[in-house]
T-cell receptor, first 117, second 110 residues
Framework: GAVVSQHPSWVICKSGTSVKIECRSLDFQATTMFWYRQFPKQSLMLMAT?????????EQGVEKDKFLINHASLTLSTLTVTSAHPEDSSFYICSAPKGRGAYNEQFFGPGTRLTVL | GQSLEQPSEVTAVEGAIVQINCTYQTSGFYGLSWYQQHDGGAPTFLSY????GLEETGRFSSFLSRSDSYGYLLLQELQMKDSASYFC???????????FGAGTRLFVKA
């Protein structure tokens, strides 16, 4: 199957700092990538859709100025958590769909665990 | 908007069969997917139903009834390694966006 990587796999930062998370599709091109956030024992909540060459589309309630998304190329999307606070501590997962038409499979990265002190 | 409902927990014994149900409400429907997630790991794709009926992949099968807005995941010959969270997810029309249910934690006992 296709491979999606994330970097870093975990990060600890101080409150008020910014953290950048990278998501790469390693063996396919992804014009669209998705960013999810997951709190312990909860579901994956879609934060935004990252679109190559255009602005990201954010879900209702997600602050676009706090969670900056850049889709720099067909294989790379980055999520920057600006001025992070302890409540931003979570598991951040990206995914990329591969396939055409009615069927496609979402390939998920391994996730990035963010802890804000 | 979209909403999905699935049981929060299911417990079964090794070798048994378990069915995890999912009902959904969505404005536009393009397909129902199932994902498995072990603690600390990322979700992995299990199956996808765009049309009514049963899809079988090894020990796992998934069923969809669009008229009932209902689907289920069937796991056969349960193994200890199947202990994980299972999420149903819907794709709405117009894109690849996928919305996940709350997840069902499956505990497989010896």
């Amino acid at each position: 199957g296709a491979v999606v990587s994330q970097h870093p796999s975990w990060v600890i930062c101080k409150s008020g700092t910014s953290v950048k998370i990278e998501c790469r599709s390693l063996d396919f091109q992804a014009t669209t990538m998705f960013w999810y956030r997951q709190f312990p024992k909860q579901s994956l909540m879609l934060m935004a859709t990252s679109n190559e060459g255009s602005k990201a589309t954010y879900e209702q309630g997600v602050e676009k100025d706090k969670f900056l998304i850049n889709h720099a190329s067909l294989t790379l999307s980055t999520l920057t958590v600006t001025s992070a606070h302890p409540e931003d501590s979570s598991f951040y997962i990206c995914s990329a769909p591969k396939g055409r038409g009615a069927y496609n499979e979402q390939f998920f990265g391994p996730g990035t665990r963010l802890t804000v002190l | 908007g979209q909403s999905l409902e699935q049981p929060s927990e299911v417990t079964a014994v090794e070798g048994a069969i378990v069915q995890i149900n999912c009902t959904y409400q969505t404005s536009g429907f393009y397909g129902l997917s199932w994902y498995q997630q072990h603690d600390g790991g990322a979700p992995t794709f299990l199956s996808y139903n765009a049309l009514d009926g049963l899809e079988e992949t090894g020990r796992f099968s998934s069923f969809l009834s669009r008229s009932d807005s209902y689907g289920y995941l069937l796991l056969q010959e349960l193994q200890m390694k199947d202990s994980a969270s299972y999420f149903c997810a819907v794709r709405n029309t117009g894109g690849f966006k996928t919305i996940f249910g709350a997840g069902t934690r499956l505990f497989v006992k010896a």
